[in-house]
């Protein structure tokens, strides 16, 4: 917490000498404690902008686009809300509500984040501008926001102009941001999935897991060894070590050699009797224990498969949102596919095809990820979001038509915003509450 109350201090100082000295007001602006970088240079949007019909069909068919996501993730909210209240889970820590890499603890400060985050924030509010110019709206500034640390980017288009413009114009606007980052996402994540099919698996079994308290724990056996022979005799398969162990029994010791990281390691680990779980997982019952859950290369290459290979579109579901849970790896199965998120998988386990490859996997999810996420979180109909606008508006096209006042419009939309954000705000309080 030290580091982090020092720059809050640090920023709190740069900002009321910026709003008190009054430094350079057309670059330094304040929204509420955020301070916004802004400049008023926004040319690149006009030269954007040129192929104006068909980024007016892009954005048309991003409008569909988001009126689905905005009602999925509502339903979901809303969904997520209830079970919360029927069955509270384990409360979530703070610090994961944010999606700032090294703070969350599933959202890693490699630079792999933090250039799909960056990137993130500059395709969704290029969006914004670029359909601004696109649709003859004027571009005030644009520049980036900052609580600390930069959070986000911003477009300013010219109220006038927005205020005059047709419901269509407005609605392709804000729904521009958001499918942009959808559609770089889906291409990320197409792309993610084709290089997965590349990776070439090792030829020796390895260490995945080991158990504490265990002999091999004991000796100091590190997940992720290959392992090359049991008691001198070559294994290249798991049957080869399921047949090597069997016949052995508690109180005898077996020789274990292999490879870490490219170094030769070789162990003398007496047997343990084997537990029931282990047991129940498929470890032979005539046989001693070392405590090691053992895996094959072949295994990962074929989970990969199956998720980046879907046969059917209840498949293709399933892999989709397998995806967007794999950070979280505290769920079963994750760990396996660490080396997607963050990691860089032994040689020996798995091979890339050309040097750099797992940069550019890491690159890649990450960008899927946190566009994905950022894209379908910005069309939930709170006023504050690109979503809760393109509802506003769309209301307000209705009453016009209809000479209903506007007033009511607006209530509806705070109302809504409100339903909604409780539901979030219950969805993470009530486990806090249950414990």
Known sequence: MIPVIIAIMIYACICYWIKTKKILPHVFAFAGPCLMIKTEHTKIFDRLSRPKKLLMAYASAGIILTAISGIILTIMFVGSAVLTMISPPEPVAIQNLFLIPGLNEYVPSTIAVWVALVLALVIHEGGH????????IRVKSTGI?????????????DEEDVEKSKLGTKLRMLAAGITNNLVFGAICLVILCILLGMVIPGANPYVYGVYDGYPAADAGVLPGMIVTSVNDVPVHSMADITQALT???????????????????????????????????????????????????????????????????????TSFLYFLVLPLRSFTGMEMLSFVTADSPDPAILSAPFPGFWGIIHLLFWCAWINILLGTFNAIPIRAFDGGQMLREVLRSFAKKRGIKEDGVLRLCSVISFVLVMLIILSILIPYLAA
């Not at 926001?145 to 288009?157: M, Q, T």
């Not at 779980?277 to 498929?282: F, H, Q």
């Open 129 to 136: 501008g670029i359909l601004s110019r696109a649709e003859n």
């Open 145 to 157: 926001l900052a609580l600390v640390i930069p959070i986000g980017a911003f477009v300013e288009p």
């Open 247 to 317: 016949g052995t029994s508690a109180g005898e010791t077996v020789s274990l050699n292999g490879e870490y990281k490219g170094e030769a390691c070789h162990y003398d680990i007496t047997l343990a009797s084997v537990p029931e779980d282990a047991a129940a997982s498929g470890t032979p019952a005539n046989s001693g224990f070392m405590g090691i859950s053992f895996s094959d290369p072949q295994n990962l290459v074929t989970m990969v498969n199956t998720l980046t290979q879907p046969a059917s579109f209840g498949d293709a579901v």
